[in-house]
């Protein structure tokens, strides 16, 4: 008698169960699409948008690249001599020519004729 009740016990506790369970799976489901949605978002706004904007600035210099800019290319700093279409002939410090691709550019400075602004220099502003 003991070990019938012990069943019917453990059965009627796995019936509940079950009826419990399909309605925290189906809570779990939106738990997890809602913390994928969220990492999501966190990774385009954190990750994707800014490279984005960096890469269209980039490319936008390099269309822009003119004779006499400033340009470093993998560490090299030279001066723009030629323009082609996908590389340019830089001039370096010791009047020796190197022709780079255009793609290599990481930073581009205005050169002489033109206006330079620097935006990466902090102003200084001293109390006398």
Known sequence: MKKIFCFLLFFSASIFAEEGTSQVRHQNIWQTVMMIGIALL?????????????????????????????????????????????????????????????SAITDVQAGDDKKTTNVSQPQTNECK
Do not use: C, H
């Open 42 to 102: 966190f990774f385009y706004l954190i990750l994707w948008r800014p490279e984005q904007k960096r890469r269209k600035r980039m490319e936008s210099q390099r269309k822009n690249l003119s004779k006499g800019d400033r340009v470093t290319a993998m560490g090299i700093i030279g001066t723009v001599v030629r323009v082609e279409e996908n590389s340019m002939i830089l001039k370096m410090v010791d009047g020796a020519k190197i022709e780079m691709l255009k």
